[in-house]
């Protein structure tokens, strides 16, 4: 009886947990890209989340991205955390919920990090949002963190970049959401009025209030390969213009060739790139401005000559 028990029950049911694992580990290892084609895991990480056999970046988080931005160590900076959910705002699920979820999720209070850094050799600060919370959406507190990052700046003397990915505002913020545009706008227009480097990268989403602010104003405007960015959605304007819009319509190269940003960069080159027009823009910034002290000068010596 015993010898049947051990033969019918256990080893049966030993042998279903070690298939169930080892299914669920072979599972694991492998994910599939919008070109239907599956990919291993490691291959697609090794290769910064881009497809290694149709080009599609996929989204990272925000210390993926800094891991390959930076060229070695980062550090977070720390941002400011408003009160949640002021309006108390609720649809099928309390957003105070929601914001659970999220951090769980992402390990992050809100959308966005901030980070100080290198890039070969230069000091940068530099901004990412994870589309995991909440769509990347800009609330309170993620515009809190861009504002920390351009004060940031401003103090070290030292360019900002930041790295959007978002549907755009947060609708559970309702107005304190929208006045994020302002607030961040008016921050880059800080970092403008002390010569302050700002590149504003759009990744794989950039739309909505994001694109209607601080993601149209970089001295550079970055964007990687094939990445959505736009406004309203391709069907509500298609709908709303009752016109067929181009097959490319709100892609990064479709918003290149009308000069809407200045360029696409896949993401290995993405911070090499930055760091060779950071090195341009602030060599010509250190010989203007040596060129306003000798102009000074000049005109000191005139002054006292005359007198």
Not at 104 to 110: A, F
Not at 178 to 203: D, G, Y
Not at 239 to 248: A, G, I, S
Not at 271 to 292: C, R
Request: charged share 25%.
């Amino acid at each position: 009886m015993v010898k049947n028990w051990i033969t019918n029950f256990l080893k049966p049911k030993i042998k279903s947990i070690f298939e169930k694992k080892s299914s669920k580990t072979e599972e694991n290892l492998w994910t599939t890209c919008s070109c239907k084609n599956l990919i291993y895991k490691e291959d697609l990480e090794s290769n910064q989340k881009v497809c290694p056999k149709c080009g599609e970046h996929h989204k990272l988080t925000c210390r993926e991205r800094f891991k390959i931005f930076f060229d070695d160590e980062f550090e977070i900076i720390q941002t400011p955390l408003p009160k949640d959910d002021p309006l108390q705002f609720e649809d099928k699920k309390k957003y105070t919920d929601r914001l659970k979820s999220a951090r769980k999720l992402t390990g992050q209070d809100d959308a966005v990090l901030i980070a100080k850094g290198k890039v070969q050799g230069l000091d940068i600060v530099v901004g990412a949002q994870d589309f995991r919370f909440i769509g990347g959406s800009l609330g309170a507190a993620s515009g809190e963190a861009f504002i920390a990052g351009a004060q940031y700046a401003i103090e070290n003397n030292i360019p900002y970049c930041f790295i959007s990915s978002s549907g755009g505002a947060r609708m559970m913020e309702s107005m304190i959401s929208l006045s994020q545009m302002s607030r961040t706008t008016l921050a880059v227009h800080e970092l403008k009025k002390k010569n302050i480097p700002f590149i504003s990268v759009c990744s794989m989403p950039t739309t909505g209030g994001v694109t209607a602010s601080y993601a149209m104003l970089g001295d550079f405007i970055i964007s990687e390969p094939g990445a959505t960015i736009g406004f309203a959605g391709r069907r509500v304007i298609q709908d709303t213009v009752k016109e067929t819009l181009p097959e490319n319509f709100q892609t990064s190269e479709w918003a290149r060739d009308i000069g809407q940003i200045d360029l696409v960069v896949e993401r290995k080159y993405l911070s090499s790139t930055i760091a060779t027009l950071l090195k341009v823009v602030l060599k010509k910034a250190e010989a203007q401005a040596k060129q306003d002290l000798n102009d000074t000068v000049t005109i000191d010596k005139s002054i006292s000559a005359a007198s």
